[in-house]
Each structure stands twice: as structure tokens, then as C-alpha cells.
Antibody, heavy 123, light 107 residues
Framework: QITLKESGPTLVKPTQTLTLTCTFSGFSLSTSGVGVGWIRQPPGKALEWLALIYWNDDKRYSPSLKSRLTITKDTSKNQVVLTMTNMDPVDTATYYC???????????????WGQGTLVTVSS | SYVLTQPPSVSVAPGKTARITCGGNNIGSKSVHWYQQKPGQAPVLVIYYDSDRPSGIPERFSGSNSGNTATLTISRVEAGDEADYYCQVWDSSSDHVFGTGTKVTVL
């Protein structure tokens, strides 16, 4: 079955760069149409999509955060890495990674999610 | 950017029907997906492609989408349905977009 798990620091200081790793099993990121995305959720607030990388290395970013985000994949390790630069206290949130299945164009969704990891930004 | 608007809260008595709306410009032309999130847990997909249910999701959960509003309907509501619900679409300019979320309270 498909599982995903996020890992990374629980505390970062303002202006630092956050690096999160999503380690998954049960699927391959070399399979046509498949993707892995990152979504975050500040405490008590709504979900916010951040980035997504597809099997063919196509990368998509939230327009509002694009300048701060980089997403990469290591297919051999079954990992996806998200980096976010210039962290600020407003970036405090639970960060999730999720599996995006192969679907017709424009019908994308996330069918499996990791448990999430809480990242606090504070000096 | 594309915006999805949901009511902040919906209250429903056990056994009754809850309807959660998701408003967006011409959302009827898009494919809408719904997630359930219980406190302290990751979201779970409950509806995809407007009205399809993943395996394991009760038939009590159904969806519809037309015009400027998509709707998630929970029939015969149970205490275990109490959660936050989010709609989501893909938009050519905004990519993946989540709704503002609705807290469902079972009275």
C-alpha cells in the first residue's frame, strides 16, 4: 500500500532555509503521470498547496510562494525534497506531502497523505 | 488567482443531512475533490471527480457540481463525521487550489 512520511526540523529560525524530505513507499515516481506534492496548514487555518513534482521532473509551484520554493526528487531513494528559503514566523505550519495519482489533465487530486510534520519558525 | 469559498461552519443533528458548499467562478467546468480532516490527523480524500467515492468511503458521502457551486452532501450524519472538510480543484493559473474549509459539528 502507499505510504508517505515527512521528515525535517521541527524548529527553524527566521531567515533560515527549511528543508523537508518526503520518503514514500508503495509506488514509484518513475511511473507515468504520478506526482508528489507538498501542502501546509498553519495552526487552526486552511490547507495551502505549495508545490508538486511529477514523474517526468515537471515541477509546479504556488504562484505566491514560487520565489522561495524548490522541489526535487530522488527516484532511486523514493524521496522528494522541498526547500523553502527566508523562513518567517507566518510559515509556522504542519507540512504534508501527498501522492498525486495519474489522472486526466486538469483533474488532479491527492489520494494518499503523510502524517504531517509541524515546523515552528521562531528565534 | 482562483478562489474557493466555503461556509466556516455547518451544524447538523445526528441522522440528518449535512450539505457543504464550495463556491468558485464557473466551478462547474472543473473537477472538484473533497477531503475530510479530523483533529490532529491528515486529510482523507472522500470524493473525487465531483461525485466519485474512493474505496472505503461510505455511500452516505456524495457530491455534485454545477454552475458556480459544488456541494458535498453527508446523509444520515453520524458523530464520527464531525470534522473539517475542504474542497479542491486544479486551475490553469493557480494550479492546485484548496477551499477555505468548513467545520462540521454534529449536535
Amino acid at each position: 500500500q502507499i505510504t508517505l512520511k515527512e521528515s525535517g526540523p521541527t524548529l527553524v529560525k527566521p531567515t533560515q532555509t527549511l528543508t523537508l524530505t518526503c520518503t514514500f513507499s508503495g509506488f514509484s515516481l518513475s511511473t507515468s503521470g504520478v506526482g508528489v506534492g507538498w501542502i501546509r496548514q498553519p495552526p487552526g487555518k486552511a490547507l495551502e498547496w505549495l508545490a508538486l513534482i511529477y514523474w517526468n521532473d515537471d515541477k509546479r509551484y504556488s504562484p505566491s510562494l514560487k520565489s522561495r520554493l524548490t522541489i526535487t526528487k530522488d527516484t532511486s531513494k523514493n524521496q522528494v525534497v522541498l526547500t523553502m528559503t527566508n523562513m518567517d514566523p507566518v510559515d509556522t505550519a504542519t507540512y504534508y506531502c501527498a501522492h498525486s495519482p495519474r489522472v486526466p489533465a486538469a483533474k488532479y487530486y491527492f489520494d494518499y497523505w503523510g502524517q504531517g510534520t509541524l515546523v515552528t519558525v521562531s528565534s | 488567482s482562483y478562489v474557493l469559498t466555503q461556509p466556516p461552519s455547518v451544524s447538523v443533528a445526528p441522522g440528518k443531512t449535512a450539505r457543504i458548499t464550495c463556491g468558485g467562478n464557473n466551478i462547474g467546468s472543473k473537477s472538484v475533490h473533497w477531503y475530510q480532516q479530523k483533529p490532529g490527523q491528515a486529510p482523507v480524500l472522500v470524493i473525487y471527480y465531483d461525485s466519485d467515492r474512493p474505496s472505503g468511503i461510505p455511500e452516505r458521502f456524495s457530491g455534485s457540481n454545477s454552475g458556480n457551486t459544488a456541494t458535498l452532501t453527508i446523509s444520515r450524519v453520524e458523530a464520527g463525521d464531525e470534522a473539517d472538510y475542504y474542497c479542491q480543484v486544479w486551475d490553469s493559473s493557480s494550479d492546485h487550489v484548496f477551499g477555505t474549509g468548513t467545520k462540521v459539528t454534529v449536535l
